[in-house]
């Protein structure tokens, strides 16, 4: 029995490493299927409607407060937002298991210049289901979900990325 645990410990051990290893990397087999239509309200109570982007580069991150590597991109995101918005970016945060309270702390601490939407297991299925976070996708001015990025984002790849489908 003992020798059973020792292996169940391990196995998990090995994916916890392969996950921690290969979650910062954009995951390649991102489709270029249609990204979901969704109506939001935002922090200031603004509805977000994802088709009224029609024509942009989204970035979509699904991120929470209570997250550390969550809070690691959010500078990097802010910075995003402010260079590309004038050739047509718009970021949009999506916070997973925050309560409103802490959420709007979190939003007024880091001055985020994006808006941003306290999400649900609904809003997470709309995209495939997000495994852990933080997971962003990147979605062309087509409306098509061009990559996903679950853990932390190589921002400099991004940044590549965002200009490309700028042009």
Avoid at 35 to 55: E, F, H, M, Q, R
Avoid at 68 to 73: K, L, R, S, V, Y
Avoid at 111 to 137: D, H, Q, R
Wanted: with cysteine; hydrophobic share 45%; aromatic share 10%.
């Amino acid at each position: 029995m003992r020798r059973v645990a020792v292996v169940i410990a391990a196995v998990g051990l090995a994916v916890a490493i392969y996950y921690g290893t290969h979650a910062r990397h954009r995951d390649t087999r991102s489709s270029t299927s249609q990204a979901p239509a969704l109506a939001l309200v935002d922090l200031g109570g603004n509805k977000i409607d994802t088709s009224s982007y029609a024509g942009k580069v989204v970035l979509i991150n699904f991120w929470a407060a209570w997250c550390t590597p969550c809070a690691e991109e959010i500078p990097q995101f802010i910075a995003l937002q402010d260079k590309y918005r004038a050739q047509g970016l718009q970021v949009i945060g999506i916070s997973m298991e925050d309560r409103n309270s802490a959420l709007r702390d979190f939003y007024r601490k880091y001055k985020m210049n994006y808006p941003v939407v306290a999400g649900n297991e609904k809003i997470a299925e709309a995209y495939g289901g997000i495994l852990g976070l933080p997971t962003s996708f990147l979605i062309g001015r087509d409306g098509r979900i061009r990559a996903k990025y679950p853990g932390l984002a190589d921002f400099a790849k991004l940044e590549q990325e965002i200009i490309a489908l700028l042009r």
